[in-house]
């Protein structure tokens, strides 16, 4: 994706409110006048401790200042106390603590929109994100502050609901406006992510001339191309993406698998032999230049590309490796005449329960090769056995 608006970013808004004043209610008699004297006084030096970062300091006169203040007579300033002591607590890691506090304002004060806001941080760094979200929007419906629907969906997006969250990037997009060419580039990327191909290359074509935007954009229509089967087309948008001098992750590796879908075995081992050099995907793209190679007839580079594979993955703890693999080596060395290396590779899917029909019969053929009747006929039985 393009880069967005961090949702962490949140927690600067915290030094924000910590560094915004409150007022007292105006006094009316001469106790009243002592109360809002010291209530001022205790809460200047707040603001100027929480200025120079010494939370400490400013928690104590933080304290002191709720004796000079009636949460009945001055509600806004003692729920903004309430909030400054939250946004401490969020700093200093007692998000708990801070809950409570950001409750009690809230009690006082319903409509404090900021409140909604840090609980919004609190539920994000908690992984909490559908209360997250909830904050956030009622900040949004107190604020209109439309813009904010970016993290909304950003929150939803961490929550793995795609679909909230291209709802909630499309209310961004709309007030981002045509100028905010990041705003329709990412609503393509969310309509892509959920699946909706033929929407998602329709924002796309917005931008294929682009200069900041088009070598994506042209990469994300042959992405979204190729899922949708039309393999062609897919490559002619790979082939825009790289002529616009874009690199991105996997372009040689998808065109690769458009060109292999399209039996273009010579294109196909070409961009998997780049991806192997140039990507994150090895194993895979090391496979399939085999099976290219192979459709090529060229064997023994297909031998070459799969035991380089499975000499790759070899002592790794945790890698499942295909059996297809020893299946097409084994082919490939039926083929050279390496019958016994054959043999040994079909064995091993046998052994594995791959595909039994089919490597039962082929080991047969090359049992067959090798004059060995009867091991020939004994696959042959299992092959039957196997078959549907």
């Excluded at 419906?141 to 950003?154: H, P, R, S």
Aim: contains cysteine; glycine residues 6%; proline residues 1%.
């Amino acid at each position: 994706m393009m880069t967005k608006k961090s949702i962490a970013a949140l927690l600067l808004v915290l030094v924000m409110l910590l560094a915004q004043g409150a007022f007292a209610e105006t006094a009316e008699n001469e106790s009243a006048v002592s109360f809002a004297q010291k209530l001022d006084a205790t809460y200047t030096l707040a603001l100027n401790a929480i200025n120079k970062e010494d939370y400490a300091t400013a928690r104590k006169y933080l304290n002191i200042s709720f004796v000079y203040c009636d949460p009945q007579t001055n509600p806004v300033m003692y729920a903004d106390l309430l909030l400054k002591g939250a946004c401490i607590d969020v700093i200093e890691g007692e998000n708990d603590i801070a809950l409570m506090e950001l409750d009690a304002a809230l009690t006082v004060q319903p409509e404090l929109a900021d409140a909604y806001l840090v609980r919004t941080q609190i539920y994000t760094a908690n992984a909490d994100f559908d209360n997250a979200v909830a904050n956030l929007e009622k900040y949004i419906e107190l604020t209109q502050d439309e813009t904010l629907y970016e993290t909304v969906a950003q929150l939803h997006e961490a929550n793995g609901n795609m679909a909230a969250a291209q709802e909630a990037y499309d209310k961004f997009a709309a007030i981002a406006g045509e100028d905010n060419r990041e705003a329709g580039f990412q609503a393509g990327l969310y309509r892509m992510e959920n699946g909706k191909l033929e929407e998602a290359i329709e924002a796309f074509q917005a931008y294929v001339d682009d200069e900041t935007y088009g070598a994506g954009a042209q990469y994300n229509i042959g992405v979204c191309k190729m899922n949708l089967g039309s393999y062609a087309e897919a490559i002619e948008a790979f082939n825009a993406c790289e002529e616009k001098g874009g690199a991105f992750e996997g372009l040689w590796y998808n065109r690769g698998i458009c060109y292999l879908m399209s039996e273009d075995w010579v294109n196909g081992a070409d961009d998997f032999a780049r991806s192997i050099e140039m990507e994150q995907f090895v194993a895979d793209a090391r496979y399939n230049l085999g099976i290219c190679h192979m459709q090529r007839e060229d064997y023994e580079a297909a031998v070459a590309s799969f035991d380089e594979l499975l000499k790759s993955v070899e002592g790794q703890e945790g890698v499942t490796l295909n059996d297809a693999v020893y299946y097409f080596r084994a082919v490939c060395n039926a083929a050279l005449g390496n019958l016994e290396e054959a043999i040994k590779d079909l064995t091993t899917c046998i052994d594995h329960g791959y595909e039994l029909a089919q490597t039962y019969y082929q080991r047969a053929q090359v049992y067959a090769a090798m004059g060995d009747t009867e091991n020939q006929t004994s696959d042959l039985e299992n092959s039957l056995k196997y078959t549907k």
